[in-house]
């Protein structure tokens, strides 16, 4: 058999996660013909395809090609690790750390996360991707991230939940709403003003449940699966929302809404780091851990937290 490089493997392994050759190269920030010659060698070698062809389709796996990629995938993952492990021989920590988060909360408290790391561990890059509840515990499952930041319910079968922080419900409200300069508000204050609902896979009607379930009657006029396109439409006086994680926005006290406790007994969300168990993780990624519960004990995570007075 003909040595492949690691950097060939990676290749095969785009294609087969992006399920083309124009999309591995983009991935990858590579030629398509890179990709091509790759899948070829390792097909010429394994006396099989891997891929098949299919016209508007793109790749599609074959049988014995999805044990290839599953070998592969697994390769690569300890390859990380070996490269990240060797990197840190001599005391001085390197490699990359891949996170995966939920795309409502990633902006609130990563970047913070990542600078503190950073200061003691400069030679570490990151890798982010966002997603929702479903794609960022499967990154964590195909081998895309070492660790993803997500609410307990997202975790899968085979990974751990390490909670960082809990988090109560509140309401976004327009400056202009008069409920807005109220210390703490209820869902049936809120029942009778039109709702703006964040709709991810998991999340839909997941906010607009809560009134249906304590009574109330809701008006749900528009929804968007982006967190920054609500608050825009709540500063427009569009309508309200509730959230969990606080919107950086509203740290900065710029925008033309406010974030309002709700004063309903509702438990708040449990959000925190997510992991493989019983995986052995490169040592970058247990010392990011590491920062994250030092952040977590010192109150770094409440900065997400919309909390009664």
Same mark, same amino acid.
Do not use: W
């Given at each position: 058999?003909?040595?492949? %490089? ?11 996660? %992006?399920?083309?050759?124009? +999309? ?23 006396? @099989? =395809?891997? @891929? !098949? ?8 796996? !074959? ?6 990629? %599953? ?20 005391? !001085? ?23 503190? @790391?950073?200061?003691?561990? /400069?030679?570490?890059? @990151?890798?982010?991707?966002?997603? =929702?509840?479903? =794609? ?13 930041? !997500? ?12 909670? $960082? ?24 204050? #809120? ?46 006086? $569009?309508?309200?929302?509730? #959230? =969990?994680?606080? /919107? ?7 925008? +033309? ?15 925190? #780091? ?25 109150? +770094? ?9």
């Amino acid at each position: 058999m003909t040595t492949l %490089t690691i950097k060939q493997l990676r290749y095969v392994e785009a294609a087969g996660r %992006t399920g083309s050759i124009s +999309g591995a190269a983009a991935d990858l920030n590579i030629s398509q013909s890179s990709i091509t010659a790759a899948i070829d060698a390792l097909e010429a070698d394994m006396g @099989f =395809n891997i @891929f !098949t062809r299919v016209p508007a389709k793109g790749l599609v796996v !074959t049988s014995a090609g999805q044990q290839c990629l %599953t070998l592969i995938a697994d390769f690569l993952s300890k390859y990380r690790t070996f490269a990240a492990d060797l990197s840190a021989v001599g005391g !001085t920590t390197g490699g990359v750390i891949r996170l995966a988060c939920f795309s409502a909360a990633a902006a609130v408290f990563l970047p913070h996360a990542i600078a503190g @790391f950073q200061r003691r561990h /400069p030679g570490i890059r @990151f890798e982010m991707v966002e997603g =929702n509840m479903d =794609n960022v515990a499967g990154y964590l499952q195909d081998g895309r991230a070492d660790m993803a930041f !997500t609410y307990r319910e997202a975790v899968e079968e085979g990974q751990v939940f390490h909670p $960082l922080v809990e988090l109560p419900l509140f309401a976004l409200l327009s400056a202009d709403d008069p409920l807005a300069m109220q210390q703490s508000v209820s869902l049936e204050e #809120l029942a009778d003003r039109p709702m703006i609902e964040l709709n991810l896979l998991r999340t839909h009607n997941y906010y607009s449940n809560f009134f249906r379930r304590a009574g109330h009657e809701v008006k749900v006029v528009h929804s968007s699966s982006s967190v920054a396109m609500i608050r825009t439409m709540v500063a427009a006086n $569009l309508g309200f929302t509730l #959230l =969990n994680a606080k /919107p950086i926005a509203v740290l900065d006290q710029r925008g +033309g809404f406010r974030a309002v406790p709700l004063r309903d007994a509702i438990a708040p969300r449990p959000f925190g #780091l997510v992991m493989q168990a019983r995986v052995r993780q490169p040592r970058a990624v247990a010392d990011f851990h590491a920062h994250c519960e030092e952040m977590r004990t010192a109150g +770094g995570f409440e900065q997400m937290a919309v909390r009664l007075k």
